[in-house]
């Protein structure tokens, strides 16, 4: 397999390459991740089941679209495809390090600027993909109030009751979303869409980074609403970021909102209590109405 990948890796860069040293480094709970190195240069190759190539493709094409915005660095795709059992992904490798403030500042006003990138086509994406493991659909939708019931919320609600869960309130706030989203009208941004806190970093020399990406066009506050779900990021990052894009009225709550789509996701994949939070939640969401 091994052989295989780097094979791949000499016939898309063009240059000789021998995957000599290979070490697991942390690849998430969804895949495995590995450094492979010739001792001149090294990748960041993930690695899943061979029938979980479409998602690989899917993160590859998330990417090279961030990276043409040229707006903030991501790792570059540099391969992907399936040898024996397994379906793989090499990534460029980014030496990571502790960001200073002034990075986390320029990360938020990095990620101001990808939010300006939008599509004329309307909320979604040119394919579907994935958040976690779980499937993402994106179809082109010209409603963000429909996107976010039926792409969104109904599809982890849906995935949610069949794994047993139970949320008396889920079609009373799914009614309500209109009321909800009422007076905000947001444009398609391009947004990372699973931007917590293990999702970005700065580098050793000090460059903010996103990676690890479920791409596709909505509300830009979907991306910020997620950086406070899990520890939020350093507050220079924010100050950084309504610097180039101020927040629109009512984020507070909308926050609630988006967020409930990550519980309810992580419920899918984790179970456990993330039901109950779910529920609170929503109770949260239509004490506002």
Known sequence: MWEQIATQISQVT???????????????????????SDGDRTYFVKLNQ???????????????????????????????????????????WLDLGQG??????????????????????????????????TPQPN?????????????????QFNLANRRGGHFPQQEQLLAALPT???????????VHGDLWSGNAAVSQTGEPVIFDPATYYGDREVDLA?????????????????????LDSGYQHRKILYNLYHILNH?????GSYASQANRMIAQLLALL
């Open 14 to 36: 063009g240059h000789p390459f021998q995957g000599r040293d290979r070490r697991a480094v942390g690849g998430g709970c969804i895949n495995s991740g590995y450094a492979l």
């Open 50 to 92: 061979a029938a979980q190539l479409a998602m690989f493709e899917a993160e590859a094409a998330g990417l090279r679209e961030m990276v043409a915005t040229q707006a903030v660095r991501v790792p570059q795709p540099i391969a992907w495809g399936t040898a024996g059992n397994s379906a793989y992904l090499v990534l460029e």
């Open 100 to 133: 200073r403030s002034s990075a986390w500042r320029e990360m938020g006003r990095q990620l101001a600027k990808l939010h300006n990138t939008t599509a004329k086509d309307g909320f979604g994406w040119q394919m579907n993909n994935t958040i976690g493991s």
């Open 139 to 155: 179809p082109w939708t010209e409603s963000w109030v429909e996107f976010w019931r039926t792409q969104r919320l109904g599809f």
């Open 180 to 190: 909800l989203l009422a007076g905000h009208d947001p444009q398609p941004a391009l």
């Open 226 to 246: 997620m950086t406070e779900l899990f520890g939020g990021f350093p507050a220079e990052f924010y100050q950084g970021y309504t610097e180039i894009y101020a």
């Open 267 to 271: 419920f899918n994949l984790f179970g």
